[in-house]
């Protein structure tokens, strides 16, 4: 039973932040769904959720800790779902590279075919035509 103002503060509070975490942990399933499948519409569709999803969460958590903190299990749901990210990021870099190493086996670039695929720096720009990372 909830007895004193600060008891219930806390409990809307855990309850105000919950529904943002459920947001990106279901953006997160249907993110994986999308991949699974390799369906690359879908995969453009729910990062955009994803992105979105994490943007809010991150702004009712931000608010929550200004105003007197976030629950430690909530806590550590927002830190997994970002390690996920994290993840998925980093596995949509290594197949983004893989599949330019593929390109460049298969069809391999004569020199004057390949001057204008280098950018400022030396760095191919092949990754702009091959999809890239699809979250940021």
Same mark, same amino acid.
Do not use: C
């Given at each position: ?27 997160? +399933?249907?993110?994986? $769904?999308? #991949?699974? %499948?390799?369906? @690359? &519409?879908?995969?453009?569709? /729910? *990062? !955009?959720?994803?992105? =979105? ?14 105003? +007197?903190?976030?629950? $430690?299990? #909530?806590? %550590?749901?927002? @830190? &997994?779902?970002?390690?996920? /990210? *994290? !993840?998925?990021?980093? =596995? ?22 390949a001057a204008g695929l ?19």
């Amino acid at each position: 039973m909830i007895t004193t103002p600060k008891e219930r503060h806390a409990v809307q509070q855990a309850a105000e932040l919950e529904r943002p975490l459920q947001a990106v942990e279901q953006a997160l +399933g249907a993110l994986n $769904l999308a #991949l699974q %499948q390799q369906d @690359a &519409a879908g995969v453009d569709r /729910v *990062a !955009a959720d994803l992105h =979105a999803a994490l943007a809010a969460a991150v702004d009712h958590f931000a608010r929550a800790a200004r105003s +007197g903190g976030v629950p $430690l299990q #909530l806590r %550590q749901r927002l @830190a &997994a779902a970002s390690g996920q /990210v *994290a !993840a998925q990021r980093e =596995a949509l870099a290594r197949a983004t590279a893989s599949l330019d190493r593929a390109m460049d086996v298969l069809m391999p670039r004569t020199a004057s075919a390949a001057a204008g695929l280098y950018g400022a720096h030396g760095a191919t720009d092949r990754h702009a035509h091959s999809g890239g990372p699809l979250l940021a």
